[in-house]
């Protein structure tokens, strides 16, 4: 099959153009080659390649920033999504489009979970635009698939990971909290790949959650990783209070994936098992990456 990768630089972009180049033609654009944002361009990149398939792992990731930068970021997550489905119905594409827990209020209290079937309520501009772009989805394309994923890291870009790391090697001895009162579901970008295809091989359709199985706070995510990865570290849990952000962030966000475990197409593993494995394969490289 032809398939495109919008946001192909991204965390998830990078991965899934791994994973589907193994069996398929794919074309994998960024920003600088196709902005989702601007509907000529997508009609015209999508009109020349015609791809049987558009991933979506383009949009505005920071979610402090989506505060101050609120036009920017309901461009690229809401008006972008929406361009690719009106195309994808255009080209007769199926539109996999990327979505996130941040889309719930996150009230539930651990081991609360949100399925597919919950009602969204954003809490932050980041969730609303993220909503919005699922509703555009929906509203100009019948042929598609959303996943909502969770607290991602990979390999390429930046994540969470990453900045924790970077502290931990160039700044040791020095104290550092990380907020241990929101709970979700870390999730490797290469797993949601694997997923991605597996979901497109069986024709799913319509939302799906994706996400990792178990769950932690951000302080035990950064804990294990650091522990596993061998570095020193002083890191010390605090509360959401303790560490103002502009953006407000769901308290506990675990997604249950409540459609694909009953489909039977559920590949998503235990978050520290897919942990222990990236650190396998890219715990050398991160750490020589990370050391200024
Ligand atoms: N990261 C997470 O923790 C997380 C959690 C849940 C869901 N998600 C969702 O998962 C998906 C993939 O996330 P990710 O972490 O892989 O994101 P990422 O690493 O931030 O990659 C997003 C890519 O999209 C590009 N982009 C930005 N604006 C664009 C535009 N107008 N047109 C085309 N490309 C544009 C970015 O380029 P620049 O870097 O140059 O801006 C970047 O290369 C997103 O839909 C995200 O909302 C992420």
């Known amino acids: 099959m032809n398939i495109l990768i919008t946001g192909g630089n991204g965390q998830l972009g990078k991965d899934c153009e791994h994973v589907f180049k193994q069996h398929h033609t794919v074309t994998s654009v960024d920003v600088e080659d196709l902005d989702i944002t601007n509907p000529d361009q997508v009609n015209a990149v999508a009109g020349k390649i015609r791809p049987d398939i558009i991933i979506n792992c383009a949009a505005f990731t920071q979610v402090d ?130 997923q991605i295809e597996h979901l497109v091989n069986n024709k799913g359709r319509g939302v799906y959650h994706a996400s990792s199985e178990g769950y932690c706070s951000w302080f035990e995510f950064a804990k294990y990783f650091l522990e596993r990865l061998g570095i020193d570290h002083h890191i010390t849990p605090c509360t959401t209070d303790e560490y103002p952000l502009p953006a407000a962030r769901p308290k506990c966000s675990i997604l249950e994936n409540k459609r694909l475990k009953s489909e039977g197409l559920n590949l998503m593993g235990h978050w520290q098992t897919d942990l222990d494995e990236y650190i396998r394969q890219y715990g050398k490289q991160l750490i020589s990456e990370c050391r200024i």
């Open 65 to 194: 920033l989506c505060e101050t930068q609120k036009e920017a970021a309901e461009n690229v997550n809401a008006n972008g999504p929406q361009n690719l489905a009106k195309s994808a119905r255009e080209n007769d594409s199926l539109l996999v489009h990327i979505s996130t827990d941040y889309v719930f209020d996150g009230k539930k209290k651990p081991p609360g979970f949100y399925t597919e079937t919950n009602i969204p309520g954003p809490l932050s501009h980041y969730g609303r635009t993220k909503l919005g772009g699922e509703r555009a989805v929906m509203n100009n394309t019948s042929n598609y698939i959303i996943l909502r994923t969770a607290w991602l890291y990979g390999f390429y870009g930046h994540n969470f990971l990453k900045a924790i790391l970077k502290k931990a090697l160039n700044q040791p001895g020095t104290p550092f909290k990380i907020v241990s009162d929101q709970f979700g579901s870390p999730t490797w970008s290469f797993r949601l790949a694997l």
